[in-house]
């Protein structure tokens, strides 16, 4: 089946730095790929909806400038935290639809961020 | 807008027993309904995929029904097992580009 690898899994940081999490999918083509974040016990809410070759669309409340997206290849997304927060500290998780449009979504295994 | 709600949130079985979750959701426009597990810290794997005009799905010992009508999904778990214990989350599709809608989950744990 299709494969989504999202690197890395784990991440901690000092508060203030930026951190990139990549999102690949490894045998299919993704025109959109999703980001998502979960807190702990809650639901994962849709941060942003990136396509390739274009400018993210982000959900309400999220800050564009904060949470950097790039989709630059139909291989590859990645969101970058930048200046960090222990608020932001929450599990990241990224999806991925195949181009050829299988309406499954495939997930990454995601990235649990802490920032002390 | 969508929104998902999923009861229990947690539930507790006995090894062997039947699985019921249940997921409501507020729009009947959706494209379609997953059912998805989630292990701890980890990622999702899905399990069911139930289109708008479809009752329901099968795989292996689980079913998932949809009634777009009264804006429920249920997910059974037939013979419960201890490797079942997992969280399970139910999301909607709400637009053709694929974006999900997902419910809080129903923790569940089976005990051997």
């Known amino acids: 089946g299709a494969v989504v690898s999202q690197h890395p899994s784990r991440v901690i940081c000092k508060s203030g730095t930026s951190v990139k999490i990549e999102c690949r999918s490894l045998?299919?083509?993704?025109?959109?790929m999703f980001w998502y974040r979960q807190f702990p016990k809650q639901s994962l809410m849709l941060m942003a909806t990136?396509?390739?070759?274009?400018?993210?669309?982000?959900e309400q409340g999220v800050e564009k400038d904060k949470f950097l997206i790039n989709h630059a290849s139909l291989t590859l997304s990645t969101l970058t935290v930048t200046s960090a927060h222990p608020e932001d500290s929450s599990f990241y998780i990224c999806?991925?639809?195949?181009?050829?449009?299988?309406?499954?979504?495939?997930f990454g295994s995601g990235t649990q961020l802490s920032v002390l | 807008k969508q929104e998902v709600t999923q009861i229990p949130a947690a539930l507790s079985v006995p090894e062997g027993e039947n699985l019921v979750l249940n997921c409501s959701f507020t729009?009947?426009?959706?494209?379609?309904l997953q059912w998805f597990r989630q292990d701890p810290g980890k990622g999702l794997t899905s399990l069911l995929l139930?289109?708008?005009?479809?009752r329901e799905q099968t795989s292996g010992r689980l079913n998932a029904s949809l009634d777009k009508s009264s804006g429920r999904s249920t997910l059974y778990i037939a013979a419960s097992q201890p490797g079942d214990s997992a969280t399970y989350l139910c999301?909607?599709?709400?637009?053709?580009?694929?974006?999900?809608?997902f419910g809080a989950g129903t923790q569940v744990v089976v005990t051997p």
């Open positions: 999806s991925a639809r195949d181009r050829g449009g299988n309406e499954k979504l495939f």
């Open positions: 045998d299919f083509q993704a025109t959109t």
């Open positions: 990136s396509n390739e070759g274009s400018k993210a669309t982000y």
């Open positions: 729009d009947s426009a959706i494209y379609n």
């Open positions: 139930i289109q708008s005009s479809q």
């Open positions: 999301a909607g599709l709400t637009d053709s580009w694929g974006k999900l809608q």
